[in-house]
């Protein structure tokens, strides 16, 4: 393995506990633990955590705050309160994406943003460039300061419960709270993930980091926790249909057309970045649309196949991501296709190395959690 | 890892096995545990010629695609067709019920340019690098 390769704070960890390492966008992280099958169903069924302490965070405080979240991102910040969580795209002008991220609002007023390991520097340059037209304001990057480890599936409140007197049934999905001491820890916890899982993302110092995982692993009481790597946290998200920047989302492709219009507040009352593009797609019609897709004959359609008409003749786009969907045991893909080809129920082919192999347009999301019961 | 006496390897992670006038082709133990859950397996079709050295199927995990290259030249007689409804066979058995396909050899002197089970095992033992 590369020396250059970034570690997170949690790389003896991801050792300690038999991680198989990759080159993750740079990034030397574990694919998978025991295999990305097995830690899939254990977050389906069961409980998994994650070291995300990859993904960056940016601390934006001050007067102008908001103002500036509400100029940057697409959703309407203001309808946050301390403790709420929110998800935004953040656009260019012409309406393609620059990162997507969880907005937290906190206590003092400011936000954290938590943004993609790909995108840290990007997104601190364009937020801290859009700063300068705002009096009061900062923008921080603290990626290297903090510390992220993700505990999702049906466990994983049960779990993390034993390591906090805070109650944890009190914090709602999409909702955090500041300063809870997880095992003595400082931490930020949020009801939040991307799995489509229940679960947290837990926040800390860096230096915390491997103390918290360990911690977390070992509150498990047969209650069937597994470490788990990047693999499964890709199929996991992707059997929720949740977007990946770099794949579903880029500076190609905006946040309309891949079925995230809810997170664009045309109506918040103040101009943002892409408003003009993303208005004037939303009434010409949009410039091509995510779809899902399920294998109809033998194959798994990959990032980057092209996609045909049913006929083999007629380009139509390409896939963003696909694979092997370990708890719908089916082979399913996300692709864009123009408008006119992404009814339900439409027949396309895929060329899989060379061979065009039949697909249908299904339903997104391909997999949602039964609701909890009362 | 340990790895069978009575077949040959490639340096890419292939093996195969001579019973009789067929010769059972298929990736090691090494190749199934590098790739992880496999969850797809492209066999070649019966009577398909392939050469020595050419991709005779594919084999996809869950995150990785990989080729597979034929040791051998000679012609397909047989493809596994539990191959097709349970790939996790080439992880759990990929030596024994996890083979790929079956061909007639055009020439047994290939045979001889292959690794043997102690030589293999040492290339495994390596980390498997290969051009």
């Known amino acids: ?374 | 890892m340990t790895y069978p006496a009575d077949r040959k390897y490639t340096k890419t992670h292939e093996y195969v096995k001579v019973e009789g006038d067929v010769a059972y082709l298929g990736i090691t133990t090494f190749a199934q545990d590098q790739l992880g859950d496999i969850v797809f397996v492209e066999a070649p079709e019966v009577g398909r010629e392939i050469k020595a050295g050419e991709v005779f199927a594919t084999v996809e995990s869950v995150k990785a695609v990989s080729d597979c290259y034929s040791p051998v030249s000679g012609k397909v007689v047989k493809v596994n067709d539990q191959t097709a409804d349970t790939p996790e066979i080439l992880n759990e058995d990929p030596h024994g019920e996890g083979w790929i396909c079956a061909v007639e050899i055009s020439s047994t002197s290939e045979l001889d340019e292959l690794m043997d089970s102690a030589d293999y095992e040492k290339h495994a033992a390596e980390g498997g690098g290969h051009d």
């Open chain 1, 1 to 374: 393995m590369a020396n250059e390769l970034k570690k997170t704070p949690l790389y003896e960890t991801h050792l300690k506990y038999g991680g198989r390492i990759i080159d993750f966008a740079g990034w030397a992280l574990p694919v998978h633990f025991s295999s990305i099958k097995e830690e899939h169903h254990a977050c389906r069924k069961a409980a998994a955590l994650w070291d995300v302490s990859d993904m960056g965070e940016l601390l934006v405080e001050g007067p102008q705050a908001l103002d500036l979240l509400q100029m940057v991102l697409t959703n309407d910040i203001s309808k946050g309160y301390p403790g709420k969580v929110v998800y935004s795209p953040m656009c260019y002008p012409n309406g393609g994406v620059v990162d997507d991220m969880m907005v937290v609002c906190l206590k003092n007023g400011g936000y954290l943003l938590c943004i993609n390991a790909g995108n840290i520097d990007k997104d601190d340059e364009w937020i801290t460039g859009a700063a300068k037209y705002f009096q009061d304001v900062t923008v921080k990057n603290l990626s290297k300061e903090t510390a992220q480890v993700a505990i999702q599936g049906p466990n994983s409140a049960r779990i993390l419960q034993r390591l906090t007197e805070y109650p944890l049934s009190e914090i709602k999905y999409y909702h955090g709270v500041e300063d809870v001491y997880v095992d003595g820890m400082k931490t930020l916890v949020t009801r939040t993930g991307y799995t489509g899982e229940d679960g947290f993302e837990v926040y800390c110092d860096a230096k915390d980091g491997p103390a918290l995982f360990d911690a977390i692993m070992e509150a498990d009481d047969g209650d069937g926790l597994v470490p788990a790597g990047l693999g499964c946290r890709d199929t996991l998200r992707f059997e929720a249909s949740m977007p990946l920047y770099g794949q579903e989302l880029d500076e190609n492709h905006g946040p309309l057309g891949a079925g995230l219009g809810k997170f664009v507040a045309f109506g918040k009352g103040t101009h943002f970045v892409g408003n003009r593009a993303l208005m004037e797609e939303r009434e010409t019609g949009l410039r091509a649309k995510l779809i899902g897709l399920e294998m109809l004959e033998r194959g798994i359609a990959r990032t980057g196949h092209k996609v045909f008409d049913e006929s083999g003749a007629k380009e139509l786009g390409y896939i963003t991501t696909g694979s092997y969907t370990p708890t719908l045991e089916k082979n399913l893909a996300m692709a864009y296709v123009p408008v006119d080809y992404s009814q339900r129920g439409t027949k396309v082919t895929v060329d899989i190395r060379g061979k065009k192999v039949l697909a249908e347009i299904v339903k997104m999301p391909f997999y949602r959690r039964e609701a909890k019961k009362k």
